[in-house]
């Protein structure tokens, strides 16, 4: 079993619609969760982190974690065209600055 | 925010021959660097991680003969790869902390594009 799974998409969804991302993870002593926007052939992009369990919204963006269930999301209210990339779920211990990443869902936003 | 960049953004090179690829923190000193090697459709792999004035550390698989990171000063780190082969294609993407960041400010750079053939 692979330390963090997330379905690669690809997700196609038209404009203005909400977007749900996903990644579990089996390791219990993560406790940083982070997502990154990355586009074609480009680094990623942090968007926003989360330490252990909660909600934490930026505008648009609602990350959620939930370590009972080793789950986190990632929501996009009002899609934009402009949001079309792939979006990578990260996570890491306490005191460590290694990333583990999930393989990234990418995510289409029609017009 | 914090910019790293990489240079260069895509190189082609020769079976056999080595690549020198460069990553630079632009207006902060980078206590840390890592470099992550991302296939096509495939999540990004760390690869080492680098400290200034030190010897890399290397994830396991990674042979550190054939990836020579070099992190000589706070600002710049290199990742050479000797004698590359085809199957070395790949995305190469280095990372930045600083000392005064969170855990979670890892700044990317864009990457660079390495084809061998």
């Known amino acids: 079993q692979k330390e963090v799974e997330q379905d690669p998409g690809p997700l196609s969804v038209p404009e203005g619609a909400i977007v749900s991302l996903n990644c579990t993870y089996s390791n219990s002593a993560f406790q940083y969760f982070m997502w990154y926007r990355q586009y074609s052939r480009k680094g990623p992009e942090l968007l926003m982190y989360t330490y252990s369990s909660g909600n934490k919204e930026d505008g648009r963006f609602t990350a959620q974690v939930d370590k009972s269930s080793k789950y986190i999301s990632l929501f996009i209210r009002d899609s934009q065209p402009s949001d079309s990339a792939t979006y990578l779920c990260a996570m890491t211990g306490a005191g460590s600055y290694q990333l583990t990443f999930g393989k990234g869902t990418k995510l289409s936003v029609i017009p | 925010g914090a910019v790293v960049s990489q240079h260069p953004s895509w190189v082609i090179c020769k079976s056999g021959t080595s690549v020198k690829i460069e990553c630079r923190s632009l207006?902060?000193?980078?206590?840390?660097m890592f470099w992550y090697r991302q296939f096509p459709k495939q999540s990004l792999m760390l690869m080492a991680t680098?400290?200034?004035?030190?010897?890399?550390?290397?994830e396991q698989g990674v042979e550190k003969d054939k990836f020579l990171i070099n992190h000589a000063s706070l600002t710049l780190s290199t990742l050479t790869v000797t004698s590359a082969h085809p199957e070395d294609s790949s995305f190469y993407i280095c990372?930045?902390?600083?000392?005064?960041?969170?855990?979670?400010?890892?700044?990317f750079g864009p990457g660079t594009r390495l084809t061998v053939t």
């Open positions: 990372s930045a902390i600083s000392g005064a960041g969170g855990q979670y400010e890892q700044y």
């Open positions: 207006d902060f000193q980078a206590t840390t």
């Open positions: 680098s400290n200034e004035g030190s010897k890399a550390t290397y």
